[in-house]
């Protein structure tokens, strides 16, 4: 999932929709693909991309020092944000090393081919693929009515 991880933390912190809450969820959410940066700085192969830091362990790791960081409110969401990532990276056809260090078998869904993890070619791939579209279409709109509803209950986003 490419701009999918955007849709995930809006709708995550529609719960609590105040700066704050922006910055932790969006912040969690994207840190499994920070790997991609150790990767473009040479210090690790593409293929170091989606292991480690898309595992259970890592984020229960992280949830852990987020809970003990920012609080039981902030924590669970940057939490839930990192596991959202993870779930929705399962799709690909390369899998997700869920169990990692423990065990190397990966999980997929097997919806769309793993296209690279940087770049215009990457996401040109990536959104050629109809299961790539539908379900970041469905992202959305969940999106969309997530804060339809908000602001028709008037409780609109600040």
Same mark, same amino acid.
């Not at 995550?12 to 105040?18: C, G, H, N, S, T």
């Given at each position: ?6 849709g995930? /933390?809006?709708a995550?912190?529609?719960? #609590?929709?105040?700066p704050?809450?922006f /910055?932790v969820?969006?912040a969690?959410?994207?840190l499994? @693909? /920070? #790997?991609s ?5 040479? &210090?690790?192969? %593409?293929d170091?991309?989606g292991?480690? $830091?898309h $595992?259970?362990?890592?984020?229960a790791?992280v ?6 960081a920012l609080? !039981?409110f902030? =924590? ?6 990192? &596991?959202?990532h993870?779930?929705? #990276?399962i !799709?690909? #056809?390369t =899998?997700? !090393?869920?169990l990692? %260090?423990?065990?190397r078998?990966r *999980?997929s869904?097997n +919806?769309?081919? @793993?296209?690279g993890y940087w770049g =215009?070619?990457m *996401? ?8 790539a579209r539908?379900?970041?279409g469905g992202?959305f709109l969940?999106v969309?009515?997530?804060y339809?509803?908000r602001?028709l +209950? ?5």
């Open positions: 999932m490419q701009a999918g991880h955007i995930l /933390a809006l995550i912190a529609a719960v #609590d929709p105040r704050e809450t /910055a969820v969006f969690a959410q994207f499994p @693909n /920070a #790997d940066l150790v990767i473009r700085a040479g &210090l690790a192969r %593409p170091f991309h292991t480690y $830091s $595992s259970l362990l890592f984020i790791l949830w852990g020092v987020a809970l003990l609080g !039981p902030l =924590g669970a969401l940057a939490g839930a944000s990192i &596991l959202a993870v779930v929705a #990276d !799709p690909t #056809d =899998g997700i !090393p869920l990692l %260090p423990f065990s078998r *999980f869904f +919806l769309w081919t @793993n296209t =215009g070619e *996401f040109r791939g990536y959104y050629a693929q109809k299961w539908v379900l970041e992202v969940a969309l009515l997530i339809g509803a602001a +209950l008037g409780t609109e986003v600040a």
